[in-house]
């Protein structure tokens, strides 16, 4: 069973610094990895779909990676806003169109 | 522009009277999928549709049912609501063949269901 965990649960920075999120997965056996942004009380906004041949992708200041032997994905963004406050959640999709969710983690832009 | 819909946003419903939340799309995907979301917790997947095949999760529990009349339209039925079942109940589509490599799913806002 695919388990996705991501770390750190809660992260705040100052604004204007870079950080990175964490994702890691059990099973290696993805089709791809999807990060999303989640406001509160808000549905969940796509932020990069990265496919299993693929080992990063780009958009504006975020940058996510994928590692599939090591299981683990990272979503890099630069240069902090308030405005990037909100919940970041990865999932993975593995057989059968099968999406599995990491419990997210809140971000926390101060000016 | 949405291009996933869900209504209502907010719904309260008392305990044990049946709720149907309402999804729809514009994107003409064969795929939609309800999930469920609790406080601070990772969306679950209850069941999904591709096309007009149904996929039902194992754990998801008899009370909750579904229905897609037609590519646009998807339906969450849950007949007998009980306090554990508030939550946000996410609706997304995706397009795909059998082999699901590319597969980016679109999320509605939600509908945030209470149950009193």
């Known amino acids: 069973k695919q388990e996705v965990t991501q770390i750190p649960a809660a992260l705040s920075v100052p604004e204007g610094e870079n950080l990175v999120l964490n994702c890691s997965f059990t099973d290696s056996a993805i089709y791809n990895l999807q990060w999303f942004r989640q406001d509160p009380g808000k549905g969940l906004t796509s932020l990069l779909l990265?496919?299993?041949?693929?080992r990063e992708q780009t958009s504006g200041r975020l940058n996510a990676s994928l590692d599939k032997s090591s299981g683990r994905s990272t979503l890099y963004i630069a240069a902090s806003q308030p405005g990037d406050s909100a919940t970041y959640l990865c999932?993975?999709?593995?057989?059968?169109?099968?999406?599995?969710f990491g419990d997210g983690t809140t971000l926390t832009v101060k000016p | 522009d949405a291009m996933v819909i869900q209504n209502p946003r907010y719904q309260v419903t008392q305990f044990g009277k049946p709720v149907t939340l309402s999804c729809s799309q514009t994107l003409n995907h064969n795929v939609m999928y309800w999930y469920q979301q609790k406080s601070s917790q990772a969306p679950k997947l209850l069941f999904h549709?591709?096309?007009?095949?149904?996929?039902n999760e194992a754990d998801t529990p008899d009370n909750f049912q579904s229905r897609r009349p037609n590519t646009s339209f998807c339906f969450l039925d849950i007949r007998s609501p009980g306090l554990g079942d508030a939550a946000m109940y996410l609706c997304?589509?995706?397009?795909?063949?059998?082999?699901?490599?590319?597969?980016?799913?679109?999320f509605g806002q939600g509908t945030r269901l209470t149950v009193v």
């Open positions: 990265i496919q299993s041949s693929q």
């Open positions: 997304a589509t995706s397009t795909t063949g059998r082999v699901w490599t590319n597969t980016e799913a679109f």
């Open positions: 549709y591709y096309d007009k095949d149904f996929n």
């Open positions: 999932a993975v999709t593995t057989n059968a169109g099968k999406s599995t």
